[in-house]
């Protein structure tokens, strides 16, 4: 009976070593193993692949008023305001004077201006331009034709720059705008 | 071996790999807490930029010539997927990492690193590769024009939007 008693205790105390040990053996050998096989899927993994495009735009730039207004103040001599509009079209609005007879009347230029996309540039151009309310004909503002111009050339300048810093050309998709900011949408030409 | 020895070399192997497994887990719960920086909510700014994920996945590529995916995901946390060198092998690695706004400055901060399915928190890897986690921000800050500074920054599922405010040339 005793002996009985004594090996069925060496047996358990057997069992409990071998689960102890084997757990051990369990962990460490299972760790290895992890990191073993995690480096072997890791090195036959495919190359990742770029995400497909989403459906929308690229990339895409929002300017607000605001900072047109205080950029066109810094740039331009006199009190030079912008005021954006729907579609696509703001006012340039610039408060003068001008002394007639001795007497300084105030004088308030303003420009509808359009900007859109032609191509692959975006273009400037003048709708209507109203002296103190007074719309002139276009053919008589062709003082604004110079300055036209070189804002066309910078805008492209600026395209450039973007799509240099990028690395990559850009396809022009879009370009809008709400009473207070434009944007314009952009795709990779891949 | 007798039936008290097999026994427990199968409950112990069991119970090892249990163990493993916990630790799996509690090691990709660990590597996925939030840290900071946290994303702010975004001012009023002046120019407003966004790109998509697949711009900055082809952006990664060229600059790291080597394939390179970058997943974003809301609140910040980027997700950089690229073939690395690690001694003679060149296994794809997935980094685990957060982007914000520190001041001025667009910082970002590795979280993990996943090698196959081992997800390894940044806190037990080298200082080199956290240093490294920093390159994300530090190429934002650099790749700004000097005339804005960005303000603020948000991520969706599929792009990343910057708000840059204009300081002058």
Same mark, same amino acid.
């Given at each position: 009976?005793?002996?009985?008693?004594?090996?069925?205790?060496?047996?358990?105390?057997?069992?409990?070593?071998?689960?102890?040990?084997?757990?051990?053996?369990?962990?460490?050998?299972?760790?290895? =193993?992890?990191?073993?096989?995690?480096?072997?899927?890791?090195?036959?993994?495919?190359?990742?692949?770029?995400?497909?495009?989403?459906?929308?735009s690229d990339l895409q730039l929002?300017?607000?008023?605001?900072?047109?207004?205080?950029?066109?103040?810094?740039?331009?001599?006199?009190?030079?305001?912008?005021?954006?509009?729907?579609?696509?079209?703001?006012?340039?609005?610039?408060?003068?004077?001008?002394?007639?007879?001795?007497?300084?009347?105030?004088?308030?230029?303003?420009?509808?201006?359009?900007?859109?996309?032609?191509?692959?540039?975006?273009?400037?151009?003048?709708?209507?331009?109203?002296?103190?309310?007074?719309?002139?004909?276009?053919?008589?503002?062709?003082?604004?034709?110079?300055?036209?111009?070189?804002?066309?050339?910078?805008?492209?300048?600026?395209?450039?720059?973007?799509?240099?810093? =990028?690395?990559?050309?850009l396809?022009?998709?879009?370009?809008?705008?709400?009473?207070?900011?434009?944007?314009?949408e952009a795709?990779?030409?891949? | /071996?007798?039936?008290?020895?097999?026994?427990?070399?199968?409950?112990?192997?069991?119970?090892?790999?249990?163990?493993?497994?916990? !630790?799996?887990?509690?090691?990709?719960?660990?590597?996925?807490?939030?840290?900071?920086?946290?994303?702010?909510?975004?001012?009023?700014?002046?120019?407003?930029?966004s790109l998509?994920?697949?711009s $900055?996945?082809? !952006?990664?590529?060229?600059?790291?010539?080597?394939?390179?995916?970058?997943? $974003?995901?809301?609140?910040?946390?980027?997700?950089?997927?690229?073939?690395?060198?690690?001694?003679?092998?060149?296994?794809?690695?997935?980094? &685990? /990492?957060?982007?914000?706004?520190?001041?001025?400055?667009?910082?970002?901060?590795?979280?993990?690193?996943?090698? &196959?399915?081992?997800?390894?928190?940044?806190?037990?890897?080298?200082?080199?590769?956290?240093?490294? &986690?920093? $390159?994300?921000?530090?190429?934002?800050?650099?790749?700004?024009?000097?005339?804005?500074?960005?303000? &603020?920054?948000?991520?969706?599922?599929?792009?990343?939007?910057?708000?840059?405010?204009?300081?002058?040339?």
């Amino acid at each position: 009976m005793d002996n009985q008693q004594t090996s069925l205790e060496s047996s358990l105390g057997c069992g409990l070593l071998g689960c102890a040990g084997d757990m051990i053996l369990g962990f460490l050998g299972g760790g290895v =193993l992890l990191i073993v096989l995690s480096l072997a899927v890791a090195v036959l993994s495919p190359d990742p692949a770029l995400p497909a495009s989403a459906g929308f735009s690229d990339l895409q730039l929002t300017v607000r008023e605001d900072f047109l207004n205080r950029f066109v103040q810094t740039s331009a001599a006199g009190n030079v305001r912008v005021d954006i509009l729907p579609g696509g079209q703001f006012n340039l609005i610039f408060d003068s004077s001008v002394t007639l007879s001795g007497v300084s009347v105030p004088v308030q230029i303003t420009g509808l201006f359009e900007i859109q996309l032609n191509g692959q540039t975006v273009e400037l151009r003048l709708l209507d331009t109203a002296i103190s309310g007074v719309t002139l004909p276009v053919e008589l503002t062709g003082f604004f034709d110079d300055s036209l111009s070189e804002v066309n050339e910078e805008l492209d300048i600026a395209l450039n720059d973007i799509s240099t810093t =990028l690395g990559v050309p850009l396809i022009l998709v879009n370009l809008g705008s709400d009473d207070a900011t434009f944007w314009l949408e952009a795709s990779e030409a891949r | /071996m007798n039936r008290w020895g097999c026994f427990g070399l199968t409950v112990g192997g069991l119970t090892g790999l249990l163990l493993v497994m916990l !630790f799996l887990v509690w090691m990709r719960q660990m590597a996925s807490a939030p840290m900071e920086p946290q994303l702010a909510p975004l001012p009023v700014a002046d120019v407003t930029l966004s790109l998509s994920e697949s711009s $900055l996945s082809r !952006f990664a590529t060229d600059m790291l010539k080597t394939p390179t995916r970058i997943d $974003l995901e809301p609140g910040g946390q980027i997700e950089i997927t690229t073939r690395t060198s690690l001694g003679q092998w060149r296994p794809v690695v997935c980094l &685990g /990492m957060s982007l914000g706004m520190q001041g001025a400055d667009v910082v970002s901060q590795l979280r993990w690193v996943q090698l &196959g399915f081992l997800r390894i928190p940044a806190r037990w890897l080298p200082q080199s590769i956290i240093n490294a &986690g920093a $390159l994300p921000g530090q190429t934002i800050t650099q790749q700004t024009p000097a005339e804005f500074e960005v303000v &603020g920054l948000q991520t969706t599922s599929d792009s990343i939007e910057f708000q840059l405010n204009w300081i002058g040339p």
